[in-house]
């Protein structure tokens, strides 16, 4: 009988990257805080990290959909995917409102501020029609090569993936093409993956130099009230929607990979930025790669918890700041369509949190100076928003994978990888 055990990895060997991640992160901001000067002179530094995450964001989208629609020769497994994929998004979204609806009723955003209003142009508000053009389609080629159009890239990867299905699949010389493409560009993040620490920590040098003192002061209270819900929703609502998708061991798994999206997201605030940081998290949890080809991207556009936090607490704050009262079935219900259109589909659209925040003000027929409120909101909510926003993807691909594959999906993909949790 043998008695060989296996070695179990470190602190250090499981966590390296967030904790290198997170200490460029603290090196960072005191270099923001004991000298501004240098945290902005830091700046070029993190801005070639942040550009060279975003130039590869593009074709991982492109080509990880196309491949994985293109490879699939059950149209019925793509329709099952889309579809929990779907429900996943406006269920997790749901759940959000609900919480933050209850908390803003028990701690005001408003209370004890003292804000002077400013004047502001408010930008003429879209049709719906043109909206619903504008998030889904692009009128050139060209447009769907930018990170503004993520929601035109996706439906254009979908249906190019359908026609490469149907002229041969992945045995076809696009469909290998395809493959190998996604193979480069992930060895590309891995590169770009080495030098995260210190793009981010000069990145965040430069943040806290810049908009530290504005954290201060009247919004204060907003940010008191915001930053605790986010979260009690990560430490609650992560670990069921876990359990919901892998029993134990996927609480085990979510643990063991999701600090690196999450401190990825909560520093660069894009989830953009964090769709290549996300994909390898998947991965090594083990859900299937069709899955996380399609629900990664999706979310980065249409999955965003933290922004449905976000929006219902900036519209608590408006009500409290010009003395009304946030109360009523009729207006919880537009609360929580307001801030789940802002997040599900603005957010496709070019400048989607601007435009969503002119929707708040436009559609509870608030004063034009409401605007710039929430647009300060709006900066000093993101880093949280965009962490439970992109971070909740990785979750939300366990849970369709659940949906998809069965219960026992999990415990396959960890054997099959040869590992033991």
């Given at each position: 009988?043998?008695?060989?055990t ?5 602190l ?5 990257l967030?904790i ?9 901001s ?10 902005q002179?830091?700046?070029?530094v ?9 130039t590869?964001?593009?074709p ?8 994985a ?5 059950n149209?019925?497994r ?6 929990s ?28 501020t003292?804000i002077?209003?400013?004047t ?9 029609s ?19 159009h993520?929601?035109?890239l996706i ?31 992930m ?22 130099a ?31 929607y ?13 643990l ?19 769709l ?26 249409m ?26 079935v ?13 997040a ?5 659209a ?8 002119m ?17 300060t ?23 369709v ?11 396959k ?9």
């Amino acid at each position: 009988m043998s008695n060989t055990t296996t070695k179990k990895p470190s602190l250090w060997q499981q966590y390296k990257l967030p904790i290198l991640l997170l200490g460029g992160i603290a090196i960072g901001s005191i270099i923001g805080i004991v000298s501004p000067s240098a945290g902005q002179a830091l700046q070029p530094v993190g801005q070639i990290f942040l550009n060279l995450m975003f130039t590869i964001v593009v074709p991982l989208v492109f080509v990880s959909i196309a491949s994985a629609v293109g490879s699939m020769a059950n149209m019925k497994r793509l329709g099952k995917i889309l579809g929990s994929t779907i429900f996943t998004f406006l269920a997790t979204g749901a759940v959000a409102s609900v919480c933050i609806l209850v908390w803003v009723n028990i701690f005001s955003p408003s209370a004890g501020t003292n804000i002077e209003m400013g004047t502001a142009e408010m930008g003429e508000m879209q049709s719906v029609s043109e909206m619903i053009v504008g998030s889904l389609t692009v009128s050139d080629f060209s447009q769907l090569l930018s990170k503004d159009h993520m929601l035109p890239l996706i439906i254009f990867a979908i249906l190019f993936g359908f026609c490469v299905s149907a002229c041969g699949g992945d045995e076809s010389p696009v469909g290998k093409l395809l493959a190998n493409l996604n193979e480069v560009i992930m060895k590309f993040i891995g590169v770009i993956m080495t030098i995260a620490p210190i793009g981010l920590g000069a990145y965040f040098a430069n943040l806290v130099a810049t908009y530290g003192p504005e954290i201060i002061g009247d919004y204060g209270r907003s940010m008191a009230v915001y930053y605790p819900i986010c979260l009690i929703y990560v430490v609650v609502f992560f670990p069921l929607y876990a359990y919901f998708a892998g029993g134990k061991l996927g609480v085990k798994r979510m643990l063991k990979h999701i600090f690196t999206p999450a401190v990825t997201a909560f520093a660069t605030q894009s989830s953009a930025a964090t769709l290549p940081v996300n994909k390898e998290a998947c991965d090594n949890i083990g859900v299937p790669k069709d899955v996380s080809d399609l629900v990664l991207p999706m979310g980065c556009t249409m999955h965003m918890d933290g922004s449905v936090l976000s929006s219902i607490t900036k519209i608590a704050f408006l009500f409290g700041v010009f003395n009304m009262e946030f109360t009523g079935v009729g207006t919880y219900a537009m609360a929580i369509v307001v801030a789940i259109l802002s997040a599900f589909v603005l957010s496709g659209a070019p400048g989607g949190g601007l435009v969503g925040e002119m929707l708040i003000v436009s559609m509870f027929g608030f004063p034009p100076e409401a605007f710039p409120l929430i647009a300060t909101l709006g900066f000093l909510f993101d880093p949280a928003a965009t962490c439970l926003n992109a971070s909740g993807d990785t979750i939300a691909s366990m849970m369709v994978a659940r949906m998809v594959e069965g219960k026992d999906w999990l415990v396959k993909a960890v054997k099959a990888k040869g590992e033991t949790a």
